[in-house]
Structures are given as structure tokens and as C-alpha cells.
């Protein structure tokens, strides 16, 4: 993602353009290897800055057309309690959870350039009004809309708004055994999702994923996950199995085998926020130095003065080389990587 101009409405001196023009080219000649490319190269980036600079007039602007993935973590809170996992055991205070109407206004700023919304946490079920606000907005400004849940809180009458708006469900799901399913939810939840899975699965049809964690305690569980699956049609992702603080699960994948994998990671596309309004490229990015802080906060600032910071903006290149195991997260792939057609 490429973020830009930051000229003050009604000031746009020339001083500043030429500033915003020689950070935008230096940044992109430095990147041109060959040298007999540099002058047409340089060349076609600069009638793409102009052709940007002047398309629109609001005060900040960022370019790309649905390049960009918001990612709300809408919640730490949880009803399950997998050992996999220790998001559940810091939920936020109630004080410092963010008011939905941030968010949508958020979304409406950004929905030209999202190709999708991304709803996590915790259980998103757990804020259910908020969900469907979130929903309903992203529906109506045509941004195609992913929810990750653990299927408790699911409903048939959600079901059916949910599928009219034609977003996308995917259920965690680690084992088809109950015995299995109950150890590694740490609830005796079993009984109540199952049919809720086959309830979501008679009405979403399409528009529902299972998606199971990898890691040595799940090896022998998954596949039969994916089997159950398939025997459904319903499309299966597995995810490596990454260390949230819990550390009671091992991994199958070490890590030395996930940054091996020469795919870029494609977090730095991605607008992150936490329950409280913070924003982070990636949910991962603070182990870089340069973002050990978040970039902004969109409960006082607006999205694009954050995003358009000399911060974001490096943060943004530093992680175009960034390669930790945190890549191969679900939130830093595409939904048509996860679930090929």
C-alpha cells in the first residue's frame, strides 16, 4: 500500500508538492536494480504521481484500487477457552472498548479501497449488535465482509440477514470428535456448535469456511476436519499454529519453516484495530522496532491522518521485507489464497 500527501486544503504550495513528489520517486528509484531502466521507470511512476496528486482534493488521500484489507479485532473477550490461544485471558475493561460508531466511520473513509472487512478477536459474537452495524455498513458500501467466530452465539435469524448481505462466515473448528472438540475448546461446547455448523451450513451454503489451527496436539484431528468438510462441500483452510501467549500447544511447522517459505507476507496491505481504537499495520507488526507503538487511534484522529504519517508510511516499506512465522496467518493472506476455487 502506498500512502501519500498530507497537503493542508486551500496551501497547496509548490515547496510541498515538490517535497511529497521527491519522497514518493526516491523511495521508488531506490527500489529499480537495473540502471537502464531507472529513467523510463522513474518516468512512469512520475505521470502516476501526478495523475493521483491532483485526481482528488481531500486533505489526505492513500491510492490503490481495493488494495487493502481492514482487520477489526473487535474483541479479546471470549466464551470459549482453548488452550491454544490466551487472547481470552486479557479481555479488554468495558472502559476501554471502542464505541462502534468509530469504526463505521472508519469503514466509510476507507471502503474505496478495501476489497474486503475483516471482523475477529475473541468471539466478535460477543458484541452481536456491533457486528450486524458493522455488517449492514459494509453491505451497503459494497465492501465484501469476513467474520471469524467459534459458532456459539450463531442464530438462524443472523444467518438469514447475514446471507441476504452475502458476507462471508468462517467457523474455527479443530476437531469433529466431541472429546477432542470439548479439550481443545476448554468449554463443553460440542453439543451446542455442531448443529449450529449444520444449521449455518443449510443457509449460508457458499458463503461458510471452516478453518482449523495447526499444531502438533491438532495433527491427527485435522485432516478428519477436512474430511467432514469435503463430505459437505463446505471449503476447509488449515492455519500453522502461532504462539498468542498461551504457549500450551506446540507447533507441527517450526518456525524456521515458515519464514523458509519464500511468499511475501502481505500484512503491510492491511489496516489493523484493536478493541480499543489502535491502530497497527498487523497484528504482529510491534516486534518490528519502528511499530512497537501503534500508529494512531481512530476514537480521537481519523483514519487517513494516521495512515498517511511518516510513521505509517515507514512502517509500511519496512514490512514490504518482512519475514516472521506471522505470515502465514490467515489475517495476512487473501481469502482467495485460503480457499481456492
Not at 94 to 109: I, P, T
Not at 165 to 189: A, P, Q
Not at 327 to 340: A, G, T, W, Y
Request: proline content about 6%; some cysteine.
Amino acid at each position: 500500500m502506498s500512502l501519500i500527501y498530507s497537503l493542508k486544503k486551500g496551501h497547496p504550495t509548490f515547496i510541498r508538492a515538490w517535497k511529497d513528489y521527491i519522497g514518493e520517486i526516491g523511495h521508488f528509484a531506490r527500489r529499480v536494480e537495473n540502471p537502464l531502466l531507472m529513467a523510463p521507470m522513474v518516468a512512469l511512476k512520475s505521470a502516476e504521481w501526478c495523475i493521483y496528486r491532483w485526481y482528488k482534493t481531500p486533505l489526505r488521500r492513500f491510492y490503490g484500487v481495493r488494495g487493502n484489507e481492514l482487520i477489526y479485532m473487535i474483541t479479546n473477550a471470549c466464551n470459549d477457552r482453548c488452550p491454544k490461544c490466551a487472547i481470552w485471558e486479557r479481555p479488554e475493561p468495558k472502559s476501554q472498548h471502542l464505541d462502534v460508531a468509530h469504526f463505521l466511520r472508519c469503514l466509510e473513509r476507507l471502503h474505496h479501497n478495501l476489497y474486503q472487512v475483516t471482523l475477529t478477536g475473541g468471539e466478535p459474537m460477543l458484541f452481536k449488535r456491533d457486528v450486524e452495524r458493522i455488517a449492514e455498513d459494509a453491505h451497503r458500501l459494497g465492501v465484501p465482509m469476513v467474520m471469524v467466530t467459534n459458532g456459539r452465539l450463531i442464530d438462524e435469524a443472523f444467518l438469514q440477514r447475514y446471507k441476504q448481505m452475502g458476507h462471508l462466515l468462517v467457523i474455527s473448528v479443530d476437531s469433529v470428535d466431541r472429546e477432542k472438540w470439548n479439550e481443545f475448546r476448554g468449554t463443553n461446547s460440542y453439543d451446542i456448535v455442531m448443529p449450529k455448523i449444520e444449521l449455518a451450513h443449510r443457509i449460508l451454503r457458499d458463503q461458510l469456511r471452516i478453518q482449523s489451527v495447526l499444531a502438533r496436539e491438532s495433527q491427527e484431528e485435522v485432516p478428519k476436519v477436512a474430511a467432514w468438510c469435503k463430505a459437505r462441500g463446505i471449503p476447509h483452510n488449515v492455519q500453522l499454529y502461532q504462539d498468542f501467549g498461551a504457549d500450551n500447544w506446540t507447533h507441527a511447522v517450526q518456525p524456521e519453516q515458515m519464514t523458509a517459505d519464500s511468499t511475501p507476507c502481505a500484512a503491510r496491505k492491511n489496516i489493523c484495530v484493536y478493541p480499543n481504537g489502535d491502530v497497527v499495520k498487523c497484528f504482529d507488526h510491534r516486534r518490528i522496532p519502528i511499530a512497537r507503538e501503534p500508529l494512531g487511534n481512530i476514537a480521537r484522529q481519523d483514519i487517513l491522518e494516521i495512515l498517511c504519517t511518516r510513521r505509517a508510511t515507514e512502517v509500511t516499506r519496512v514490512m514490504r521485507d518482512c519475514n516472521m512465522p506471522c505470515k502465514q496467518m490467515s489475517c495476512n493472506k487473501p481469502q482467495v489464497m485460503l480457499f481456492p476455487q
